[in-house]
């Protein structure tokens, strides 16, 4: 018995001696001082570690950033194989940062408040360039070879359908994706006491926005392209040729269209008439029975222009026109269109410096062949042909003009020109409203209004503004018109005074214009000029505008007032004598609406000039 005592007591000893030296330095506070030294060096070393991982981080999300910029570029050029090799390196960066943002210093370092907020932006960072860079990149890049237009367009009028079928599902997964990296980045802090890590967050998130919107709009184009080709059935389109020598709301009078068959992606071309094949004898009225509202009505009502060619797309909104050219081209074939196409010479002389010019046939008042191309189509389609044909002979120049459209049509669909150069050829005459598309199918035509094609009038509260022209005199003066817009929108409240300066310049020249060209048909009670111009002025304002002042040429005048579409119009009835501007300015006052002013450009002869000032606030 006494043994085992011993034993315990044995056993105790070693425990009570560590007892007791813990007790003695937790008392000397030795322990305490130890313990304060180790979770300081810990820090210090977690800090390091984190100021090291966190440099090399920003150097990885940076040439991330510059690497996304070039893959950009080369896309856009079509140089996809080049972009392939450009993104190879992409995966591993956007992994390295990840992982260099990753682990417990990290987590811990970017939760301490205020101090950790440019670490918070780091990870996030580094979260959202792996969540793109590891495989979608490079999943883009392999959909982008797949819709190569190269590889699309197999002959001169042939589309594939089915690459842009396969290519539906996984563009949208992958714009998905991306839109989800880019609202994490707009959770984080968009300013911190570090202004390294605030550029690398806008850095990436620029770059991802704008490729989000290229692969945004890749998936829906893929989701209806194949059946506006035709995958499912036939499709049949209007094609518009306007011209802008005398302005309407979309562009000009639409003097010249074809019909298209899109058949399981091939292209024919069945009609190409001109606008006499709309303008019936007599009152030369097509009734087709639309309404489009009472603001359409009581602005341009007045005109007929649901029921008369001429005037159909008075309103810039090209959806009323296009449906007034589908149902009038029913009225008088028999047949229904699928959709609509608005075009204009400016627009096919874009393709033409592409494929090459084409040969118009002589004919009566052309006595031998004739070269159009990119350098003359334009006026030779909107001046020179009112001087090639007598006015007596306006169905042989119509007829003229007929032949311009159809060559170049044939030659768009003959194979010439490379399929890239053709591509961005429609982008930029979308971006300038010049190619417009409108489709009967509802679900189609709600993918087009989210793109440049659309050529509709957003309804939104955006701030807005845009100068709508409509030639009222019925000559064809608009090819001289210069015309210009100075918008400044100043203040912070929740109304804005906005000072729009609309400037209109007749260049026409005094002597040797055609009659047809000089003429004028509209009433009026004060002498004109030969060269003397006139037009309706629609300046169309943000939503809830009020008119505050207007002035001509310096002087205080009246302005009516219209509403279509959401949108305030101030119209101005205006003369253009030759040789002169006019300068008429309106003081508005309007909501400050949503984003940054959108200023709408209708197509001409010559571009609008624009100039834009928005007051920054906050």
Request: charged content about 20%; aromatic content about 8%; overall charge positive.
């Amino acid at each position: 018995m006494p043994d085992r005592r011993r034993s315990r007591r044995r056993r105790r000893r070693p425990r009570s001696r560590l007892e007791a030296r813990l007790r003695y330095l937790t008392a000397s506070g030795v322990f305490r001082r130890r313990l304060l030294w180790g979770v300081v060096g810990l820090c210090a070393v977690g800090a390091l570690w984190v100021v090291v991982t966190g440099l090399l981080a920003r150097q990885q999300v940076t040439k991330l950033e510059d690497r996304l910029q070039v893959v950009k570029q080369l896309v856009a050029q079509g140089r996809v194989g080049d972009a392939h090799k450009a993104a190879q390196g992409i995966p591993t960066l956007a992994k390295r940062a990840h992982l260099l943002t990753t682990g417990p210093a990290w987590w811990t370092a970017a939760h301490v408040p205020w101090a950790g907020d440019p670490l918070r932006v780091m990870r996030g960072v580094a979260t959202a360039g792996n969540r793109v860079g590891a495989n979608g990149i490079t999943t883009l890049l392999d959909v982008a070879t797949q819709l190569d237009p190269t590889r699309l367009r197999t002959k001169g009028n042939t589309v594939q359908v089915a690459p842009l079928i396969k290519a539906a599902p996984t563009l949208r997964r992958e714009a998905t994706t991306l839109d989800a990296a880019v609202a994490a980045l707009d959770t984080l802090p968009a300013a911190t006491w570090f202004g390294p890590m605030d550029r690398a967050r806008a850095g990436l998130s620029t770059q991802l926005r704008t490729i989000t919107g290229y692969v945004d709009a890749a998936a829906n184009v893929s989701g209806i392209l194949p059946t506006m080709l035709g995958a499912d059935s036939p499709q049949r389109y209007f094609v518009g040729l306007q011209n802008e020598a005398e302005m309407r709301g979309t562009g000009g009078l639409p003097g010249a269209f074809a019909i298209v068959v899109a058949d399981k992606g091939k292209l024919t071309f069945t009609h190409f008439e001109s606008d006499a094949a709309l303008l019936p004898p007599g009152d030369h009225l097509i009734h087709t029975g639309l309404d489009f509202g009472e603001g359409y009505d009581a602005a341009y009502g007045q005109n007929e222009p649901t029921d008369l060619i001429v005037n159909s797309n008075m309103s810039p909104n090209f959806p009323y026109a296009a449906r007034v050219w589908a149902a009038m081209w029913e009225k008088v074939s028999g047949e229904k269109v699928d959709g609509a196409v608005a075009v204009d010479p400016t627009t096919l002389s874009y393709f033409l410096a592409v494929t090459g010019p084409v040969v118009v046939p002589p004919s009566a008042y052309l006595p031998s062949p004739m070269t159009v191309g990119a350098d003359n189509i334009v006026s030779l389609t909107e001046k020179d042909e009112y001087a090639l044909f007598p006015a007596y002979a306006n169905n042989e120049r119509k007829d003229f003009l007929v032949a311009v459209l159809k060559a170049a049509s044939n030659k768009l669909t003959s194979g010439a020109g490379r399929a890239i150069e053709l591509a961005h050829t429609m982008t930029r005459s979308s971006n300038e409203n010049r190619l417009m598309v409108w489709s009967a199918d509802p679900a189609i035509e709600n993918v087009i209004a989210t793109t440049s094609y659309s050529g509709a009038i957003p309804k939104s509260t955006r701030p807005f503004g845009g100068m709508v022209l409509n030639n009222t005199a019925a000559g064809k003066l608009d090819y001289y018109l210069v015309r210009s817009m100075d918008y400044r929108r100043i203040g912070c409240g929740p109304t804005r005074d906005v000072v729009v300066t609309l400037k209109l310049t007749n260049l026409a020249p005094a002597f040797g214009l055609p009659q047809y060209v000089v003429g004028r048909i509209d009433k009026h009670d004060y002498p004109v000029q030969p060269g003397d111009n006139r037009t309706l002025l629609d300046y169309y304002a943000t939503t809830g505008a009020q008119l505050l002042s207007a002035t001509l040429n310096d002087k205080p005048t009246t302005i009516a007032v219209q509403d279509d579409l959401g949108k305030k119009i101030f119209r101005f009835d205006m003369e253009l004598p030759r040789g002169t501007t006019q300068t008429l300015v309106l003081h508005l006052q309007e909501p400050a609406g949503t984003g940054s002013p959108q200023i709408w450009k209708q197509p001409g002869v010559t571009p609008l000039q624009v100039k834009v000032y928005d007051q920054k606030c906050g």
